[in-house]
C-alpha cells in the first residue's frame, strides 16, 4: 500500500460547525503532515507530527486543532473557522531517516476541498 | 536559510516540443531536491528525487533534472511534451532538517496542440 488517504474530499461548513478532517496511511511512515493549499499558490505547512508527536507547529490559529491518534491516522479537527480558511487540505507522511540516505520523501493523499460559509 | 525559487510561473509549449521548468535554491546544507506535480483538484505526486547521488536523476513520465551545486539550480526538463503535462510544477527543498520541506511557487504548464 503506497497510498495517503484523505476524507473527505469535499466538505461545506458553517462557521459555527465542527468538523474533522482524517488522513490514513500504512506505508509504516513515522512522521504525518497537514499543509492548506489556496488557489494558485503553493502548499504552507501547518502541521508536522513525528512518532506520534507534535513537532512543528507554524503558527496556525487554535481554530484548527490537530491530533494523532496513532502511527497510521492524523485528523484535523475544524471549529469557529473562517471563510478565509476555504482551501484544499493536503495530508502527507514520509519516513524519518537521514536525507543523506535518500528516503525521506513526501508522499501525499489527494486532499479534501473545505468551502467555509 | 533555506528558500526556493521557480524563475517562471507559466511555461507555454506546443505537444511535441520540449519542456524546460527552471528551479534555483539556496540552503545551508547539502540538501534533497525534488519535483512534484499537482493536476487541477488533485494532490501532488513525485515527479523524482536529488538525495545527493547522481546529479542527472530520471523521474516518471519521461523527465529528467540535473542538480547542479555551481548554479544551486535544479532545472526539470522533458524532451517531447504531451497533452497529459499540462499541470502545476512544485520544485521543493529538503535541508538538513528532514522534517522540513520549502515550496517553491510553482509553474504553471501549458501544453499547446
Known amino acids: 500500500d503506497t497510498e495517503v488517504t484523505q476524507t473527505p474530499k469535499h466538505l461545506v461548513m458553517g462557521m459555527t460547525n465542527k468538523k474533522s478532517l482524517k488522513c490514513e496511511q500504512h506505508?509504516?511512515?513515522?512522521?504525518m503532515y497537514w499543509y492548506k493549499q489556496k488557489a494558485k499558490k503553493p502548499p504552507e505547512l501547518m502541521f508536522v507530527y513525528s512518532y506520534e508527536k507534535l513537532s512543528i507547529n507554524e503558527s496556525v490559529p487554535s481554530r484548527f486543532s490537530p491530533e494523532c491518534p496513532n502511527s497510521s491516522l492524523l485528523n484535523l479537527h475544524l471549529h469557529a473557522l473562517q471563510p478565509e480558511d476555504s482551501a484544499l487540505y493536503l495530508c502527507?507522511?514520509?519516513?524519518?531517516?537521514?536525507?543523506?540516505?535518500?528516503?525521506?520523501?513526501?508522499?501525499f493523499g489527494a486532499g479534501s476541498r473545505l468551502t467555509v460559509l | 536559510a533555506q528558500s526556493v525559487t521557480q524563475l517562471d510561473s507559466h511555461v507555454s509549449v506546443s505537444e511535441g516540443t520540449p519542456v524546460l521548468l527552471r528551479c534555483n535554491y539556496s540552503?545551508?546544507?547539502?540538501?534533497?531536491l525534488f519535483w512534484y506535480v499537482q493536476h487541477p483538484n488533485k494532490g501532488l505526486q513525485l515527479l523524482l528525487k536529488y538525495t545527493s547521488a547522481a546529479t542527472l536523476v530520471k523521474g516518471i513520465n519521461g523527465f529528467e533534472a540535473e542538480f547542479k551545486k555551481s548554479e544551486t539550480s535544479f532545472h526539470l526538463t522533458k524532451p517531447s511534451a504531451h497533452m497529459s503535462d499540462a499541470a502545476e510544477y512544485f520544485c521543493?527543498?529538503?535541508?538538513?532538517?528532514?522534517?522540513?520541506?520549502?515550496f517553491g511557487s510553482g509553474t504553471k504548464l501549458n501544453v499547446k496542440p
Open positions: 506505508m509504516g511512515h513515522r512522521a
Open positions: 502527507a507522511s514520509s519516513q524519518l531517516r537521514d536525507v543523506s540516505s535518500g528516503a525521506n520523501v513526501l508522499t
Open positions: 521543493v527543498v529538503s535541508p538538513d532538517n528532514f522534517n522540513k520541506f520549502y
Open positions: 540552503s545551508s546544507y547539502s540538501p534533497s
